[in-house]
């Protein structure tokens, strides 16, 4: 998918398996959702929500260590998932703030009526990357073309929609959580356990050109030679 973080980064996308999933609880739990709420990525998420009328709320709250193997090495995760309150049609909104191996914070809205599942903002390293229904890298959803980006740059598809029903189908190991709509423990677990169901589950995005840098390196051959690669 070529985003960094959990959608689409190569340490969230890395092909492996997972090994362990560990929910803290007590005064490790207390500590990663101090850790979390006191974020910048977390803090300006939380703005962004409260302009569309959502705010948080610690009840239920989770914190998962989760344990991916691959190839090469070991990732360890270290996530919470928290919801927010406010929606008008009571659909369920869960931020998920990753704090390690990467720091970012998402948040995502589930539309049981329709079986959709939106992210609503995307924040990571204290930028903005995405807001739902907003002027901001919005795309008509036409493909975008090496020749369309500039020099160094490749065309890169971004999800932001995906059919819930067939996430949860896809990811029979996260099914449980899924099912019995322990939703701050679902999202979390779907989009590292299952990073593949991100892809072939998405029902609406936006194309971006994306700077040659970091695994696209070694994942494109145009971008060899690019600066951002060393070339």
Not at 15 to 33: Q, Y
């Amino acid at each position: 998918m070529g985003q960094s973080g959990l959608l689409g980064d190569d340490v969230s996308q890395a092909s492996g398996s997972v090994r362990n999933v560990t929910r803290v609880e007590g005064d490790a739990k207390e500590r990663a959702l101090e850790k979390s709420l006191n974020s910048k990525d977390f803090k300006i998420l939380a703005k962004v929500l409260a302009g569309m009328g959502y705010e948080p709320t610690l009840e239920d709250a989770a914190v998962l260590e989760i344990v991916k193997t691959t190839a090469e090495k070991e990732i360890d995760y270290f996530v919470v998932g928290m919801y927010f309150v406010g929606d008008a049609e009571s659909r369920t909104i869960v931020a998920v703030i990753s704090l390690e191996p990467v720091q970012e914070a998402l948040a995502f809205r589930l539309d049981n009526k329709t079986q959709t599942l939106e992210l609503l903002a995307e924040v990571r390293k204290g930028e903005v990357e995405w807001v739902r229904n907003s002027s901001y890298r919005q795309s008509t959803g036409r493909p975008l073309t090496l020749q369309s980006c500039p020099p160094c740059h490749i065309p890169i598809w971004h999800c932001t929609t995906w059919n819930w029903g067939c996430i949860v189908s896809c990811c029979g190991a996260c099914q449980t959580s899924c099912i019995l709509h322990v939703w701050a423990v679902c999202l979390p677990c779907l989009l590292i356990w299952c990073p593949i169901c991100t892809t072939t589950c998405c029902s609406g995005g936006y194309w971006d050109c994306v700077l040659c840098q970091g695994g696209n390196c070694y994942n494109m051959q145009y971008c060899h030679s690019c600066p951002g690669c060393g070339g």
